[in-house]
């Protein structure tokens, strides 16, 4: 496409000089020719030469900016090598008529075939992905359209204007149309100017306000509220970037209400995975190591009995929030409520630490806070008191129901051995007990001792129940 262009503008050139001047039209065609194709060809190798290595600042300017300047300088090169060069073999010749060759290569070349070389170079020389918009951003579309307008309305009032010189000059015409002609070409020429510049101060305006609402969107703002000042395709946009943080902010409201009834994050794997992609729901798991601890109030059923339905669900929404806070703070999963029971994991996403180690730090931070609670609650003569049970191994977490009423959950022998482990953690023992795999799993975190050798129901053979028996150190894991 590009050496077409230069092979259009040595046309042109070839039959414009035969056709305004008389000095010119003097030369044999194949004389003619030999110039033209001399000056074309040399266009085409300077334009490589000047693309492939002179280097260009991505800072200031784009790939595709950077080609159209250099294409632009190789066709006012071109112009200027042409002038020369028929000056020098014909130096009889008028100055106009040397300037033949150069109105071709500077206005229809360097002009018009240039701005069509621009949007080929657009194509071909993208800005690079990996940076980010703000970087990206290296024109803007009022210089862009400027420059247009001053192309598109100049270049052809040159040409008209040199068509009437030769006309008044050169055939003997009234110099009063040059006149004319030029004012008439000046007024509107400075009108459609300025009529340019206000759109694309305009168009300026629109798209940076755009572009505001945008990274609004991005830093969580999800009313933007993007305007523009004109009913066309940029108020398209932003009706689309409207409706687009529409449904962002309905999302995280979903992830948020959906985070209350399940894990955060639960909620946070299934909309990614698929409510965002718009995929249905794949029954079943996969096998997990994990750390699954058990809790469970003791007596409850006496509890419920004593009082209220009002007060007791207010009691144990106070008991959960404490043991789901403790849960958290070390970095574990609230699996589900059972009851008066919870169950919850350790270890079943990246970065939370060793989960033995927060699974234990957890369950002395549930015992902290249930004696605080319990101190609230004497007033109301109210005392909760509940046993812990701690396992590690392999557990099966996934989708569980059908496809129209599902749950995530763990489930294996770890959790019921879990289960069974709570079930042991009642008075004469201690109130956190955990198997002989966690503690070989908690290394020096804890000083550990056993509590006694049981035979627990559905587990073959008898296991070790061990506690903790003083802290090392602190352990918190985010």
């Known amino acids: ?81 042409g002038i020369v060069v028929h000056a020098t073999r014909y130096p009889t010749f008028p100055a106009p008529s040397h300037l033949k060759f150069a109105v071709g290569y500077w206005l229809l070349g360097g002009g018009l075939l240039a701005q069509v070389e621009y949007l080929l170079f657009e194509h071909a020389l993208p800005a690079s992905p990996t940076q980010s918009p703000e970087a990206q951003l290296r024109e803007r579309l009022g210089r862009r359209l400027i420059e247009g307008y001053v192309i598109f309305t100049t270049v052809p009032v040159v040409i008209l204007l040199l068509t009437l010189q030769r006309f008044i000059y050169e055939l003997q015409g009234d110099r009063q149309y040059l006149l004319e ?13 300025a009529v340019a510049m206000a759109y694309g101060r305009s168009l300026r305006r629109d798209s940076e306000q755009l572009l505001e609402a945008i990274r609004r969107v991005g830093t969580g703002d999800f009313q933007p509220g993007a305007a523009t000042s004109r009913p066309d395709e940029l108020s398209l946009v932003a009706a689309g970037i409207n409706e687009m943080a529409g449904g962002l902010q309905l999302r995280e409201r979903i992830r948020e209400a959906f985070g209350r009834f399940v894990s955060p994050q639960v909620a946070t794997e ?83 630490g060793d989960p033995a180690v927060a699974a234990v730090s957890a369950g002395l931070e549930m015992q902290r806070r249930l004696e605080a609670y319990n101190a609230k609650l004497a007033e109301r003569g109210v005392q909760l008191r509940a046993g812990i049970g701690i396992h590690a191994g392999e557990a099966v977490a996934g989708y569980l129901g059908s496809p129209d009423r599902l749950e995530f959950t763990v489930i294996g022998h770890t959790v019921n051995v879990a289960s069974r482990i709570e079930g042991q953690a009642r008075e004469p023992r201690p109130p956190l007990l955990f198997s002989e795999e966690v503690a070989r799993r908690l290394g020096e975190a804890f000083r550990v001792q056993e509590v006694g050798t049981v035979a627990l129901k559905g587990v073959a053979g008898e296991m070790r129940l061990l506690t903790v028996a003083g802290e090392t150190r602190t352990v918190r894991v985010a």
């Open 1 to 81: 496409m590009l050496i077409g262009g230069s092979i259009v503008v040595g046309l042109f050139t070839f039959v414009y000089a035969r056709l305004v001047c008389t000095f010119i039209c003097s030369l044999s065609p194949p004389v003619l020719a030999r110039t033209v194709i001399a000056l074309s060809l040399f266009h085409i190798v300077l334009r490589e030469l000047l693309l492939r290595f002179i280097p260009g600042s991505v800072e200031k300017s784009t790939p595709a900016r950077r080609a159209w300047l250099l294409s632009v300088l190789s066709w006012g090169l071109t112009g200027l090598v």
């Open 270 to 352: 299934f909309i990614e995975k698929y409510a965002q992609h718009g995929k249905a729901a794949v029954l079943g798991g996969s096998r997990r190591d994990m750390v699954v601890l058990f809790s469970d109030l003791r007596d409850f059923t006496r509890l419920s009995e004593s009082l209220s339905p009002e007060v007791l669900i207010e009691v144990l929404n106070g008991y959960f929030q404490e043991m789901v806070g403790a849960i958290q703070q070390h970095g574990g999963m609230v699996d589900k409520f059972i009851g008066d029971a919870v169950l919850a994991t350790f270890g079943l996403t990246a970065g939370q």
């Open 181 to 193: 002609a030029a004012g008439l070409a000046i007024g509107f020429t400075g009108g459609a100017l």
